[in-house]
């Protein structure tokens, strides 16, 4: 039997850690949750969660080092995957009551406001997968749960961003590019098809 993949999640003081990591000790990992970079280099995979303001994560991730944690590993090709404002701030900005937000430019694109009449778009959504995914390939139909107001606009699905529609609105769902990973769902909100998702990225971790 191979061991359990080894998973950090970082505490960078908004995100839904405790319920991330019981999530990830559900699908097989073992997990460390820190704010330590140090202590999170040891590990197999990082998960970068976040909920709430964009503004106000990027700064914790910043104060605590983080934003250098996330450009090494994913420089050193280290699998990473981002929920929820976890994902946003894997893109290149955010616009958000009227203040811009420097995200980490590991992703392309432009966290907005979604132009949709009811916002939070919070509840069950479907997906449609992108061209060249490899963990929704078998999600058609499958539902997924989401809360938020801000999403990366996009036309359709492409190679590497799976997206979802909310009252006309396209946004990238999830996004897979090179060792990164993220969802704007939370993945460990979404019952089964959550964990099943989650111990599909772990298996390519492996």
Known sequence: MSDPVRVGIIDHGSGNLHSAG?????AGATVTIS?????????????????GALAA?????????GDHLVHRWVG???????????????F????????????LGVLPGVVEELPADRLPHMGWNTVQPGTRTTLF????GERFYFVH???VLVDGPDDHFTTATHQGAT???????????????????????GLALLERWMARVC
Do not use: W
């Open 171 to 193: 946004f990238v769902a999830a996004a897979e590019v090179g060792p990164v990973t993220s969802t704007q769902f939370h993945p460990e909100k979404s019952g089964t098809a």
């Open 76 to 90: 050193e090709g280290r699998p990473l995957l981002g929920i929820c404002v976890g994902h946003q701030m894997l």
């Open 92 to 103: 290149e900005r955010g616009s958000e009551r009227g203040v811009d937000v420097e995200c």
């Open 35 to 51: 704010r330590d970079p140090g202590a999170l280099l040891d590990n197999d995979a990082l998960v970068l969660p976040g909920v």
């Open 22 to 26: 019981r999530a990830l000790r559900r």
């Open 149 to 151: 107001s801000y999403g």
């Open 137 to 140: 390939r078998h999600a058609d």
């Open 57 to 65: 994560c990027m700064a914790g991730l910043r104060a605590m080092g």
